[in-house]
C-alpha cells in the first residue's frame, strides 16, 4: 500500500551531507519524493510501500553521516501524491531560521589519502575538502548554507569541480569550499614586508625558513599562527620576545600521534581527543627527557599539544619537523588575526615570513583547549571545533543576548531550547578585542535570525562589557553577580532545575557589597541566589596589583594572621622581597588606601606560592596557582581549618591555615610539601562546609563552578569527597569551568528573569 510522509529534521543538517544521504537513502529502499535545505534545517517528502517506509525511518537516524547532529525529527502522514523519483531540490528561503551551523572540522581521512596521492587531480592541493570536512562557521555569512553565502562565492568552480559538486552520489556534492588548483584559493609567501618571495612550491620554501629558525605567520581556518621550529630554544625565545609572551606555555603541532607521544605522555582518551574531529589542543605531561625547546613551557609539566586539522598543515609539517609551534597569531591580549593585511599590519616585528593564502576568514576562531580530568573530557577553552554547536536547555526559553565577563569572554544567544556559546573572544580588556565581541554579536545575531528581548551583563561596573550594556538603547539591560551566573551555567549543562548549593571558586568577581568574591557558597536557582558561605575578606595591597604580584597577598595575609609585628625581623623572606617595598605595602594595608577586600580563593592559592617561594610575580593569568599545584608532593597530612558563624553566614578562615603554612615555611619545609598540605586543606575545608550548609537548608546537589576547578587535583577529590559525603555533584564538561561559561549563565538568569 503506498503511503507518502513529510519529514522536517533539525540539528547539524546543512553542509555535512545529508542531503545526499537522504538521497542514496530513498533509492536504496526505492521511494520517490525529494529532499531540501530549509531555514529550519531539511525537510523531505518519502512515499511508498509502507514497509519501505518503516524502514528509512529506522535507518534514518542511525546512519547519518559523520558531522551530523539530529536534535529534532517530526514525522507527518500525507495523502499519495504520485512521485516518479527522488529528487535534491534547492534550499527554500525563509524568514524564521533555525538551522544549526556545522563547526570547522579537520580534514577527513579519505581526503587526506587523495592530498598525498601523486595520482590524484587535488594531489598537495592545499585546500582539499569534501562534505565531510572542511572549513565551515568560520566562512559563513548566512544561511542557508549555500555557496553564495561563504568566503567561497568569490571562487568560479571549474567544469570537474561543478559536476562532483551536483553529482548527489559524490562524496564533494554541496561541499560549499569545494576547490582544486585550478579554480580555488591559492597560496604564497612574502617576506616581513608583504612583498611576494616568487617560489614554484611556496610551503617547502616556508619549511626551510623555518629549519633555519625563522618565525613564520601562518594563515589557517580560524585565524593566524605564528610558528617556529619548536626544537630550537632560541627561534622560540625569539617569538616570546617579539609576541611580548613572557612565561605562558606555547600550543604545538605535530605530523603524527606517536611523534606526539615521544615527547609526551598519552593515555587513551588524550590519543582519542587528538584525533577527533575537532583537533583541539589537548593538555598532556611531559616526558623527561623531551626533545622540545625548553622555552616552549618553562617551569611548567604539560604541553599543549594537537595534530593537523588543514591540509595546509600537514602540508608544511611533512617537511621533517618533529613539531612546530603553533601559537595564536596575534601580540599578547589582543584578538587573533584573520585578514592579509590586518596581519601585515599587527604581526609586523614579530614575523620574519607570511604563508598567506586568498580565502577569507570571516570569523574569528583560536584553536579550542581541553584536558582530560577525573576520566572526563573538561574544556578550557571552547572555541573552534566545538562552536556554534549549542548547550541545549531543558525547556524553551525566551531570546537573550548575554556578553559574558571580561576574562576569557564569551558571548551567548538564546534560542528556544538552545543556548549558543561564542568562541573564545579573549580577555576583554582593549579596543580590537570588544571590537571583536561587537562583530560576534552581529554575526550569531544575523546567522540565527534572533532578536533578543534583554541584554545581560556583569555585575561589575568598570567591565568593558558592562559599558557597552549600558551605552546601547536598543534592549532593557539585566546585571548578574558573576558566581550567580557561575553556578547557573553549571546548571544548565545539566539541566538542573531547582535550587542547588553553589561552590564558586575563583579568582575576581564582583559582589552585590561591592566587594571581590571568589570563594563562594551559595544557594542557587535561575531566579536568584543567597550567599550562604565565604572566605573571610582580605584585603588586596595595590588592588590589581596584587594579582599580578602574589607577594603583596602573602603580605596581607601575613599581617592579618601574625599583625605588624612579623615583619619586624630580618628574615630571609623579607630580605627577598625588600624591606622598603614591604613597609609601603604595611602603610597601604594601616590606611585602607587602595587595598579592596576579597574572599577569592585564587588570591589565597597566590599568597602561599609567594610564601613557599614558587612564583612572586606572574606572567599569565593563574600562574602562580598552576605551578603551586604542579610542585605538589603525595601527602597525608593537612592544616587545620576553622569555620564561624556571622548572622547566619559561615565564614572560612584563611588565616588559620596560613598560619600553619608560614610555620612550615620557617622550619625550611619543602615548597611541595607544603603545596600538598594545603591542596588538602581546601578540599577537606570545602567539602565539609559544603555538607554543614547542604544538612543546614535541606539541599542535596552541589554545582561547581569557577577557575579554580582547573586544578586538576582540586576538582577530582572535592568532587570525590562531596560524594563520600552523600551529595550529588554536578561539574563542567561542556563549557568551561573558568570565566568563558560566565555568559551562558548569564542568559538563563536573563531567561527567568524575563520569565517573572
Not at 553521516?65 to 531540490?89: D, K, V
Not at 557558597?521 to 565565604?534: P, S, T
Not at 615548597?671 to 588538602?680: L, Q
Request: proline letters at 6%.
Amino acid at each position: 500500500m503506498v503511503q507518502r510522509r513529510r519529514v522536517r529534521i533539525q540539528g547539524i543538517v546543512q553542509g555535512v551531507g545529508f542531503r545526499p544521504f537522504i538521497y542514496q537513502l530513498a533509492h536504496r529502499h526505492r521511494l520517490y519524493g525529494y529532499v531540501a535545505n530549509t531555514p529550519q534545517g531539511v525537510e523531505l517528502e518519502i512515499e511508498g510501500d509502507e514497509s519501505d517506509l518503516d524502514r528509512f525511518l529506522v535507518d534514518l537516524p542511525v546512519n547519518i553521516p559523520p558531522l551530523a547532529q539530529i536534535t529534532r525529527l517530526e514525522t507527518e502522514a500525507l495523502p499519495p501524491f504520485a512521485y516518479t523519483g527522488f529528487e535534491i531540490r534547492t534550499s527554500a528561503a525563509g524568514a524564521e531560521r533555525a538551522a544549526l551551523i556545522s563547526p570547522d572540522t579537520a580534514i577527513c581521512a579519505d581526503c587526506l589519502r587523495e592530498l598525498f596521492d601523486p595520482r590524484d587531480r587535488r594531489y598537495r592541493y592545499p585546500f582539499i575538502n569534501c562534505t565531510n570536512c572542511g572549513p565551515r562557521y568560520t566562512i559563513i555569512r548566512d544561511i542557508p548554507y549555500d555557496r553564495v553565502n561563504t568566503a567561497m562565492a568569490t571562487f568560479t568552480m571549474c567544469d570537474r569541480c561543478e559536476r562532483e559538486y551536483h553529482d548527489p552520489l559524490n562524496r564533494r556534492f554541496h561541499a560549499q569550499p569545494n576547490a582544486c588548483w585550478e579554480c580555488g584559493p591559492r597560496v604564497w609567501l612574502t617576506d616581513a614586508a608583504g612583498k611576494e618571495i616568487p617560489l614554484a612550491d611556496p610551503i617547502a620554501a616556508a619549511a626551510a625558513r623555518l629549519r633555519e629558525g625563522a618565525v613564520l605567520a601562518v594563515k589557517g581556518l580560524g585565524g593566524f599562527h605564528l610558528a617556529v621550529d619548536a626544537t630550537q630554544n632560541e627561534a622560540v625565545r625569539r617569538l616570546r620576545l617579539r609576541k611580548r609572551r613572557e612565561e605562558k606555555p606555547l600550543a604545538l603541532m605535530s605530523p603524527e600521534l606517536e611523534q606526539i607521544a615521544s615527547y609526551v605522555l598519552l593515555g587513551d582518551r588524550e590519543r582519542d581527543l587528538l584525533t577527533q574531529p575537532q583537533r583541539a589542543i589537548v593538555l598532556a605531561r611531559k616526558r623527561p627527557e623531551s626533545p622540545i625547546a625548553p622555552e616552549v613551557a618553562p617551569r611548567n609539566q604539560y604541553l599543549g599539544v594537537m595534530l593537523p586539522y588543514t591540509p595546509l598543515h600537514y602540508l608544511l609539517l611533512a617537511h621533517g619537523f618533529l613539531a612546530l609551534v603553533m601559537t595564536s597569531g596575534n601580540l599578547s591580549e589582543e584578538p587573533i588575526a584573520i585578514d592579509n593585511d590586518e596581519a601585515l599590519r599587527r604581526l609586523a616585528g614579530i614575523a620574519d615570513y607570511f604563508l598567506f593564502h586568498d580565502r577569507d576568514i570571516l570569523l574569528r576562531s583560536d584553536d579550542s583547549v581541553v584536558r582530560v580530568t577525573g576520566g572526563r573530557v573538561r574544556q578550557i577553552r571552547r572555541s573552534r571545533g566545538f562552536v556554534p554547536v549549542p548547550v541545549f536547555l531543558r525547556r524553551p526559553v525566551p531570546p537573550i543576548l548575554a556578553l559574558g565577563g571580561e576574562l576569557k569572554g564569551t558571548i551567548c544567544v538564546t534560542k528556544e531550547d538552545r543556548a549558543f556559546v561564542s568562541q573564545h573572544l579573549g580577555d576583554l580588556e582593549n579596543l580590537e578585542t570588544l571590537e571583536f565581541l561587537e562583530l560576534t554579536v552581529r554575526h550569531l545575531r544575523r546567522i540565527l535570525e534572533v532578536h533578543p528581548r534583554l541584554l545581560v551583563h556583569d555585575l561589575h561596573p568598570d567591565y568593558l562589557t558592562t559599558q557597552v550594556a549600558l551605552a546601547q538603547q536598543e534592549l532593557p539591560t539585566l546585571a548578574v553577580q558573576h558566581h550567580h551566573a557561575h553556578v547557573v551555567s553549571a546548571m544548565a549543562e545539566h539541566k538542573l532545575e531547582g535550587r542547588v548549593l553553589g561552590l564558586a571558586l575563583d579568582g575576581t568577581g564582583y559582589g552585590t557589597d561591592g566587594r571581590i568574591w571568589g570563594g563562594e557558597i551559595l544557594a542557587v536557582d535561575e531566579k536568584g541566589f543567597e550567599r550562604l558561605g565565604h572566605l573571610s575578606y582580605m584585603p588586596m595591597p595595590g588592588g590589581t596589583a596584587a594579582i599580578k604580584e602574589p607577594w603583596r597577598m602573602a603580605v596581607s595575609y601575613l599581617r592579618a594572621t601574625f599583625g605588624e609585628a612579623y615583619f619586624a625581623e630580618n628574615t630571609p623572606l623579607l630580605r627577598r622581597w625588600g624591606r622598603e617595598r614591604i613597609d609601603l605595602l604595611l602603610q597601604m594595608l594601616r590606611r585602607q588606601l587602595n587595598s579592596p577586600l576579597t574572599s577569592s580563593c585564587g588570591r589565597l592559592f597566590d599568597g602561599v606560592a609567594a610564601l613557599v617561594g614558587v612564583r612572586d610575580r606572574i606572567a599569565y593569568e593563574g600562574q602562580a596557582a598552576i605551578e603551586l599545584e604542579q610542585c605538589m608532593e603525595p601527602t597525608q597530612e593537612r592544616y587545620r581549618y576553622e569555620f564561624n558563624d556571622a548572622d547566619g553566614v559561615l565564614l572560612l578562615s584563611p588565616t588559620a591555615i596560613f598560619a600553619q603554612v608560614a610555620e612550615d615555611v620557617a622550619a625550611d619545609a619543602r615548597a611541595g610539601v607544603v603545596s600538598g598540605k594545603f591542596h588538602r586543606t581546601v578540599v577537606e575545608m570545602f567539602a565539609e562546609a559544603c555538607r554543614h550548609l547542604a544538612t543546614r537548608h535541606g539541599l542535596t546537589r552541589v554545582v561547581c563552578s569557577g577557575g579554580v576547578f582547573q586544578n586538576v587535583y582540586i576538582l577530582t577529590n572535592i568532587e570525590r569527597r562531596l560524594h563520600e559525603l552523600g551529595l550529588e555533584v554536578y561539574t563542567h564538561e561542556l563549557v568551561p569551568s573558568n570565566d568563558g561559561c560566565i555568559s551562558l549563565g548569564q542568559a538563563l538568569v536573563g531567561a527567568a528573569s524575563l520569565e517573572r
